[in-house]
């Protein structure tokens, strides 16, 4: 039955050329769309290389604090400092790893060959930091605690930057380098991260003990403010949960013991979830991630919406035209739920040509843009660096997710555009579908 229903489609397709190049455009035009919001939303959210573990992450990323004494209100704002570390998430009993990190950190390179010096992008961090993210070492290993602790200058470095500086991946540990005049050694090779996950790309990572000032706090007055931003990784969701507790406990206490001072803390929604913090910085978001899907459901819903009225338009113009088939269809027998399983049939498979189409669109899209169009659902614009190649890698484009994804909107589609008019059509009496042109 259903061969059958593909022959009649692809027979209807060569007698209506304008009507079916039109269908399939706007099909295509519309799950176009669809994809890439789907793909940017995937890659921002999805356990992705080497951000594998992103279900199971939350986020420390600053806190504030506020004094109001004597007529006089001061405040500071940051992130956290070493001595911050050290007495509250170090010691964090619901979490299975806890990793110290700055970011945004840009240094220069001396090159062997004196070619000029050269920028990189360098996350400071310890060797936490490669538990929770899964990257995968071409050469070596992290460096190890002994190595954090001793603040010896030892650097992980991607596979781009060892060809670079050495002309190979492999086979580089023990090489030495320069960064900002003074001398690293490589202890590992990994495969670089993208531009698209933030959280975890760099072009090299050193430990934070390297870092001048490290142990310094950013205002004498406040102790726990610093540079460093908290990565932890639980083990579900329960964890989590006690995870936030546990933080909340911290503050309470603090604000408790320092209640005298009139000094109070307070870190907002921290710490938060891989997912509510995407969502939160997406646009729409304003810092409530609940608002922010709301959001995202209006925007697929009017892609969704749109695209069925005017097909369903089209539809309804072809179906006109059509009555005298189905009169006839309905004199031989023809039952109406069997007409309508024809129709709809017939529409989905124009429907699924502009699904390939609008995913080829999406592709080539998603590709040439990917410079900016992976930022557009960002409340903030960012600049990205000058020179660095924004990678875009299979299972970010290929997603089974993303495939069905479009085949369910091709569904919901093809429902709301053809069940209407079709159904409206229908039920005119065979009389009245036979003499139709007369």
Sequence with gaps: MIKTYFKQAIELMRQNRLFSTLYIVGTGLSIAMTVIV????????APIYPEVNRRDTYYLS?????????????????????????????????????????FGAVKYIQPSDRSGDFPV?????????????????????????????????????????????FGKENGVVGYQFLLNYETYQVCGVVRGASHLTNRSYADLYVPYSTMEGYRDAAYPEVPYCGPFQVTVLVEDGKQGKA?????HEIVRKQNLLHEADGLKMNIDEDPVSHLHASLMMSVGGEGNWWRAVRYLLFILL????????????????????????????????????????????????LTLAGGVLGMAIAWIALYGCREWVFRVFD????????????????????????????????????????????????????????????
Aim: aromatic share 14%; with cysteine; glycine share 4%.
């Design 379 to 438: 409340r903030y614009a960012s600049l990205i660096p000058e020179g660095t190649d924004v990678y875009v890698s299979g299972e970010m484009l290929f997603a089974p997710s993303v495939f069905l994804i479009t085949l369910l909107f091709c569904l919901v589609l093809n429902i709301l555009s053809a069940l209407i008019p079709a159904w409206l059509s229908l039920r005119n009496p065979i009389m009245n579908s036979l003499y139709e042109k007369r």
């Design 38 to 45: 789907a793909v940017v939303y995937y890659v921002k959210l």
């Design 121 to 165: 992008n360098i996350v400071e961090t310890d060797p936490a930091y490669f538990r929770i993210y899964a990257f995968h070492f071409f050469d070596g290993q992290p460096f190890a605690q002994s190595d954090l602790e001793s603040g010896i200058r030892k650097a992980v470095i991607t596979d781009k930057l060892a060809r670079r500086l």
């Design 243 to 247: 995870l936030c507790e546990e933080v």
């Design 302 to 349: 009017i892609l969704l919406l749109v695209p069925a009225l005017n097909l369903s338009g089209l539809i309804a113009s072809r179906m006109e035209s059509r009555l005298p088939e189905m009169g006839i269809r309905k004199v031989f027998g023809g039952r109406r739920n069997e007409l309508l399983s024809q129709v709809l049939w017939e529409n989905f498979m």
């Design 62 to 102: 600053g806190t504030s604090f506020e004094r109001n004494k004597d007529g006089r209100f001061q405040s500071w704002s940051y992130s956290y400092s070493y001595r911050a570390l050290q007495e509250w998430f170090y010691p964090l009993k619901n979490a299975r790893e806890v990793s110290a990190s700055t």
